[in-house]
């Protein structure tokens, strides 16, 4: 039976200066949140292991995130954050790699001002340079970069990519195009596989629930299969909106009428097979 593992989470020592993007609308989440804190948590809805998802874009974070997984049995990987635009990346990527933990890279593309930033030549320098790494490339996006996001997969066909968040669709307007359209077409591409996470802080905080989800839901499901989705919590981040097991609850309460097999992998057998843990 496979292990049941939280694919996106972040762990961090608050402080305002780096987290400036926690308002006052998420100050619950104005405090450090740490592994001991995260072993509660994955307690609470039986969950055996986690990937470990960077918050701030700099290399002390990701050293950290693997300091922390090293010491925990709890964490069995991390995507971390590195230059990957930067002239001497592939000098980083070489150092990073030789941690069996590191399992992927992220940049928070959806913050950058440039909608065309994942079509800039340095930034695809970089992507091609992880190609001799067995690192997954994990793409954070709004829904309107799917165009461009798209583009970009489709230069890197020997890549593994895992979009998070279902690419952070419009659930609170009730919007689903051009959303729909554009998932779809992406995930035509069997080298891209979607996190199941990041849902409700998307949706109205106060009066979402699995009805509202759903249409959402069965997109991707149709999309991508049960094989190449992935659950994730995107605690602490989504404690602006249900708690952790709650979460799981609702993945649990959506695909209780799959296969045994499609629960296992959706629920930790996918986020094994394709982060290699």
């Avoid at 971390?80 to 992220?106: H, Y």
């Avoid at 340095?122 to 790494?133: A, K, L, S, Y």
């Avoid at 979009?163 to 554009?182: C, F, N, Q, T, Y």
């Avoid at 035509?188 to 509202?212: H, I």
């Amino acid at each position: 039976m496979a292990k049941r593992i939280d694919a996106h989470h972040h762990l961090w020592r608050y402080s305002a200066e780096e987290y400036g993007w926690i308002d006052e609308s998420m100050k619950e989440l104005r405090r450090d949140f740490l592994p001991k804190d995260l072993a509660a948590e994955m307690r609470s809805a039986g969950v055996d292991g986690a990937i470990t998802v960077q918050a701030r874009q700099t290399l002390e974070e990701t050293h950290w995130l693997l300091e922390l997984a090293g010491k925990s049995e709890d964490i069995h990987g991390v995507v971390g954050w590195a230059p990957i635009a930067a002239e001497d990346f592939v000098r980083t990527l070489v150092q990073l790699a030789e941690d069996p933990k590191l399992k992927g890279l992220r940049h928070i593309v959806q913050a950058e001002p440039d909608d065309n930033f994942l079509l800039r030549q340095d930034f695809n320098r970089g992507i091609r340079q992880m190609r001799n790494t067995e690192l997954v490339y994990d793409i954070l996006i709004y829904e309107k970069h799917l165009p461009q996001t798209i583009q970009f997969v489709d230069r890197h066909p020997e890549q593994r990519f895992v979009l998070d968040h279902i690419a952070k669709p419009r659930i609170r307007e009730g919007m689903i195009e051009p959303w729909s359209v554009r998932i779809r077409e992406l995930a035509q591409r069997e080298n891209v596989a979607c996190k199941l996470s990041g849902m409700v802080t998307e949706a109205d905080w106060t009066s979402w629930g699995l009805e509202g989800l759903r249409p959402y839901f069965d997109v991707v499901v149709e999309a991508f299969g049960p094989h190449r989705l992935i659950a994730g919590s995107d605690w602490p981040v989504c404690l602006v909106a249900c708690r952790y097991r709650q979460w799981f609850g609702v993945l649990e309460k959506y695909f209780e009428g799959f296969s045994s097999e499609e629960r296992e992998g959706v629920f930790g057998g996918n986020a094994e097979k394709i982060y290699g843990l």
